[in-house]
């Protein structure tokens, strides 16, 4: 026979005959079955094969279509050190041989093993084939024993043998795709058997499913952070734009890892005038902090400037954190808000001054919580009063939170530039809600930053929708103003709304008595407007008392010197000018990637095109299948890598050396909560009667032992008295 071979066909995949030919021994009576398989994959003695890895693959196939499965005999025959035969056998060949270990459980009292009661598939069955290296190197077969001693497999049950699973291409990514949003394997492996139409469709079980997962954090290992760090810097080779530093310590233990994109530094520089600056926790197996910097974009939805990861939460790991952020972005924000975590603030009380020796002192960093707007003087009376009423002049968290009113009463920073935007941390908290809805805290860092990319995709594409909507949706006016038809030509659709509330409240409720607050002069190089109430100042939107005396002056022309610039539509372009490399694509075969996908898009074009007409959609599902036996000939001729082979493309073969960038050891955050908590009198009651509990050997009863034991006691004390 030629060494070409021909696989099961599509007719014979579906039409083989699940039938055996039963034959029962004379002598011994016992039953013998031969399968019955159509088609040209049944083996036949003589036929070549070019490897043996070939023709187990054909014998495998045969296997399958009758409904048992194969496996490699590792006996063999050398000859003169050449292997010479090869055997594959029936995987119930031979009978189950018992191990002396079991890793299950093992009885400390008796010192005996204990073994889990398993069954075992072996029944001594004896077909198999043979072959033989022949002088042209090819294997031929020279015996083939067809029947065997065991029923076989129904046709609907095939997929529970273990030769018709595995773990596949197409599997392997979309268990990993769906990884990237945080959907474990369990779901992914539910999500394929609807989409295929069963369980039996999917090609491999739950469990297949979970130990991909398994496996493939196995061999990540402790070479996580090493494979971050090097997928980040061949990023960084790929993509200039990109930064990316780290710390680490003596012990070479990852200490801080920063990495802001090329995206992120470009929206830096129009929106990061004000930036939220938290800390999160529970986003890595390693209770590594992530930090995010998180400002505000021309929509007034968040936008991140960047992320961080930090061994710990001392005043020097952030100090350094904020140089590396300040290095990277080429100038510090005008107002920085964040909670009251001391390190948090040391660090930017000692980075800030030190890098803005060249910007007004009003831009200094600045920390905010909110408190309903009053002025300075307003508040230190009512401040006092209440301390006196109450007598709280002593009380020490009181005085220290009235020492830090620079930092939580607006009317302090009440002409801080834009510092009205975030006047709490709800902004970060928001953020961090977010990435924790696609991490989990049991994920490798190599899962983690294929997380925190698909937030930042989400989170850009929410950006490019409101771009869309703001450029191809005319918002409508409310008044018959001209200015605020000219509004809604330069601001984004969500600032516009703001807007129309104010020119609305300008002309239905602002009275002839706002003149007092608002500074209104006309000069050669245009108007200077001001109003008391600094809504401009700390919000870049002019105010409803503005408005007024516009409408009241009948300015036909929108100041443009009162049109802040990051509200402006088209303030970030949109462009594809930025590197797009994802960080799971690093390493990774891209070209490969990229033709399956183009593959998934044009057959469901094709399919979403022929659905309405059923004659042409089954046509093309034969003209799909014909390439059946095309594809098995170039698998058998060049096989797909192996499962080890493709972790190796993910983590570029690393080797263990002393120079390896090694994962922080666990510690306790300021976020990880207390490990017990309070449990009530109920709860503990209830604890105690669940719990088998020992018995007095002096009155059998419980909840004591013989030496508190109050019969035993007052036996005692009878003994006692008698003696005396």
Not at 266 to 285: H, L, M
Not at 617 to 622: E, K, N
Request: hydrophobic share 35%; charged share 30%; aromatic share 12%.
């Amino acid at each position: 026979m030629s060494s070409s071979i021909t696989s099961m066909s599509s007719s014979d995949s579906v039409d083989h005959i699940s039938k055996w030919e039963e034959r029962v021994c004379l002598n011994s009576g016992r039953k013998f079955f031969k399968p019955k398989v159509s088609g040209s994959i049944t083996p036949a003695v003589g036929m070549f094969f070019k490897s043996f890895d070939e023709a187990f693959a054909f014998y495998q196939r045969y296997a399958l279509a009758a409904g048992f499965s194969a496996r490699k005999n590792t006996s063999w025959k050398n000859v003169g050190g050449l292997v010479k035969i090869r055997y594959i056998v029936c995987s119930k060949e031979g009978f189950h041989v018992s191990k002396e270990i079991d890793s299950r459980s093992v009885d400390e009292n008796i010192k005996k093993i204990v073994r889990r009661n398993r069954g075992s598939k072996r029944v001594g069955c004896n077909a198999h084939v043979k072959l033989i290296l022949e002088n042209n190197n090819m294997f031929k077969i020279y015996y083939f024993e067809k029947e065997h001693n065991h029923i076989f497999v129904e046709d609907e049950d095939i997929h529970f043998l273990p030769a018709a699973r595995s773990i596949d291409y197409v599997s392997e990514s979309f268990i990993s795709g769906l990884s990237a949003i945080n959907i474990g394997p369990v779901k992914a492996f539910n999500i394929m058997k609807t989409m295929y139409g069963g369980f039996g469709e999917v090609g491999a079980s739950k469990v297949d499913c979970k130990n991909y997962r398994r496996d493939l954090n196995l061999y990540i290992g402790e070479y996580d952070v090493e494979m971050v760090v090097r997928r980040l810097i061949r990023k960084k080779e790929c993509c200039p734009g990109i930064t990316c530093d780290y710390v680490i310590g003596e012990d070479r233990r990852l200490k801080g890892l920063f990495w802001p994109d090329e995206q992120s530094k470009t929206n830096y520089t129009v929106f990061g005038d004000i930036v939220g600056f938290d800390a999160t926790y529970k986003s890595n197996k390693y209770d590594l902090v992530f930090v995010s910097f998180t400002g505000i974009d021309n929509h007034f939805r968040n936008v991140t400037f960047g992320g961080a990861l930090l061994g710990s939460e001392t005043a020097d790991s952030y100090r350094w954190l904020l140089r590396c952020f300040v290095n990277a972005f080429g100038n510090e924000p005008k107002v920085v808000v964040t909670d009251q975590d001391a390190a948090m603030k040391r660090a930017i009380k000692d980075v800030g001054p030190v890098l803005s020796a060249n910007i007004d002192f009003n831009s200094r960093m600045t920390h905010i919580v909110w408190n309903d707007t009053i002025i300075p003087e307003d508040f230190e009376t009512e401040w006092h009063s209440i301390m006196s009423t109450f007598g709280l002049e002593n009380h020490e968290w009181l005085k220290d939170t009235y020492d830090l009113r620079f930092d939580w009463i607006p009317a302090y920073y009440h002409g801080e530039n834009l510092a009205g935007l975030i006047r709490t941390t709800s902004r970060c908290e928001s953020e961090n809600y977010f990435f924790g809805q696609i991490c989990n805290p049991r994920c490798t860092l190599v899962e983690f930053f294929t997380h925190f990319e698909t937030a930042m995709d989400i989170q850009r594409h929410e950006h490019r929708r409101n771009d869309h909507d703001t450029r191809y949706i005319q918002s409508k006016t409310w008044r018959d103003f001209v200015l605020e038809k000219q509004a809604s030509e330069i601001y984004t659709k969500t600032i516009f709304k703001d807007i129309q509330i104010e020119i609305d409240a300008a002309i239905t409720k602002c009275m002839l008595k706002s003149h007092d607050t608002v500074q209104y002069n006309k000069q050669e190089d245009g108007l200077s407007i001001s109003c008391t109430c600094k809504r401009f100042e700390q919000f870049g939107i002019l105010c409803c008392h503005i408005f007024y005396f516009l409408r009241y002056d009948d300015i036909t022309e929108f100041p443009r010197r009162y049109v802040h610039r990051r509200w402006m539509r088209d303030v970030v372009s949109n462009g594809s000018n930025h590197c797009n490399i994802r960080f799971d694509e690093i390493g990774r075969n891209s070209e490969i990637d990229k033709v399956f996908r183009e593959i998934v898009v044009a057959n469901e074009y094709v399919v979403n095109r022929l659905v309405g007409d059923l004659d042409e959609l089954c046509r093309y599902r034969d003209r799909i299948k014909s390439y059946i036996d095309k594809a098995d000939e170039v698998m058998v001729a060049a096989p797909p890598p192996s499962r080890k082979e493709r972790f190796a493309d993910i983590g570029w073969n690393l080797e263990k050396s002393d120079s390896m960038i090694r994962v922080q050891i666990k510690i306790r955050t300021k976020g990880c909560g207390v490990q017990k908590r309070i449990k009530s009198n109920r709860e503990i009651a209830i604890q105690k009667s669940s719990k088998i509990q020992k018995s007095c050997r002096v009155c059998g009863g419980k909840g004591h032992n013989s030496r508190t034991c109050k019969d035993k006691i007052s036996s005692n004390a009878i003994g006692s008295s008698n003696a005396i």
